[in-house]
């Protein structure tokens, strides 16, 4: 049986890619070179690279990377849309909370709750920032944004979904965010790329600062920052924030 991030990702790329969120790609690779110091040399993975909007970026601005995802249809339409703009990008099928890697990126990225946070257990979770732990150098860097759960304590996670939905694009009803879990259920609804309407009932975690930092040191990773994720904006100045819908976490494998 499928887990609903695969149903929602299966025959869902070219939809994916003209979603809101989508938006901010250039700004967030700006973000990402600034943050390896424009090193062409770097070695970067992108973890959940869905239609592989940033992988392409980067890869156009000289970057060698390598993107993996647990979607064919995702993968599918990254390599065509890779192809059309000349770009060599190495797309992978993998499961990200058992990654091959060990110890040859420079830079791991997830972005956009790419894998992180969707499992349906804290341990998959876990699994996957172990996973990205594995692949990097010493001394490399992983960047990812991920749910904030300071939000849905002040807000309403389906009011701000509604807020930021343009007409015809997917959306999030019946939300239920339970206290215990930090995680969010609730019934979304998207026309895929054959122009059906789906349903899907999905299982979200949201994460707090000091879980984050607990986890990541517990792996090995210092220097640990977390800010406040402002879509195509991403900044070292945005402290996080109770109204931040999403928090973007920097952290350093130990030397």
């Given at each position: 049986?499928?887990?609903?991030?695969?149903?929602?990702?299966?025959?869902?790329?070219?939809?994916?890619?003209?979603?809101?969120?989508?938006?901010?790609?250039?700004?967030?690779?700006?973000?990402?070179?600034?943050?390896?110091?424009?090193?062409?040399?770097c070695?970067?993975?992108?973890?959940?690279?869905?239609?592989?909007?940033?992988?392409?970026?980067?890869?156009?601005r000289?970057?060698?990377?390598?993107?993996?995802?647990?979607?064919?249809?995702?993968l599918?339409?990254?390599?065509?849309?890779?192809?059309?703009?000349k770009?060599?990008?190495?797309?992978?099928?993998?499961?990200?909370?058992?990654?091959?890697?060990?110890?040859?990126?420079?830079?791991?990225?997830?972005?956009?709750?790419?894998?992180?946070?969707?499992?349906?257990?804290?341990?998959?979770?876990?699994?996957?920032?172990?996973g990205?732990?594995r692949?990097?150098?010493?001394?490399?860097?992983?960047?990812?944004?991920?749910?904030?759960?300071?939000?849905?304590?002040?807000?309403?996670?389906?009011?701000?979904?509604?807020?930021?939905?343009?007409?015809?694009?997917?959306?999030?009803?019946?939300?239920?965010?339970?206290?215990?879990?930090?995680?969010?259920?609730?019934?979304?609804?998207?026309?895929?790329?054959?122009?059906?309407?789906?349903?899907?009932?999905?299982?979200?975690?949201?994460?707090?600062?000091?879980?984050i930092?607990?986890?990541?040191?517990?792996?090995?990773?210092?220097?640990?920052?977390?800010?406040?994720?402002?879509?195509?904006a991403?900044?070292?100045?945005?402290?996080?924030?109770?109204e931040?819908?999403?928090?973007?976490?920097?952290?350093?494998?130990?030397?």
């Amino acid at each position: 049986m499928k887990q609903w991030y695969q149903e929602l990702f299966d025959n869902y790329a070219r939809k994916y890619d003209s979603e809101s969120f989508t938006a901010g790609t250039m700004g967030e690779c700006d973000f990402i070179e600034a943050e390896i110091a424009f090193n062409k040399q770097c070695r970067i993975l992108d973890i959940g690279c869905g239609t592989g909007r940033h992988s392409i970026e980067l890869a156009r601005r000289g970057y060698h990377v390598t993107g993996i995802d647990l979607s064919e249809s995702q993968l599918a339409h990254a390599g065509e849309k890779a192809r059309e703009q000349k770009v060599v990008i190495d797309f992978q099928k993998q499961d990200a909370r058992n990654l091959s890697f060990s110890n040859e990126f420079d830079l791991a990225i997830m972005l956009c709750e790419g894998a992180f946070p969707l499992m349906e257990t804290d341990e998959m979770n876990f699994a996957i920032l172990a996973g990205a732990t594995r692949a990097l150098k010493k001394g490399g860097k992983f960047i990812f944004t991920t749910l904030n759960g300071l939000f849905p304590l002040f807000h309403s996670a389906k009011d701000f979904i509604a807020s930021s939905t343009a007409e015809g694009k997917a959306t999030s009803e019946q939300s239920s965010f339970d206290l215990m879990t930090f995680r969010d259920h609730n019934i979304a609804t998207f026309e895929d790329d054959s122009g059906r309407k789906k349903e899907i009932a999905s299982d979200e975690r949201y994460y707090v600062p000091s879980e984050i930092t607990w986890l990541l040191q517990s792996l090995n990773f210092t220097n640990i920052n977390i800010y406040g994720a402002k879509l195509g904006a991403f900044s070292r100045k945005d402290r996080l924030m109770t109204e931040d819908f999403e928090m973007l976490v920097i952290a350093e494998k130990k030397s």
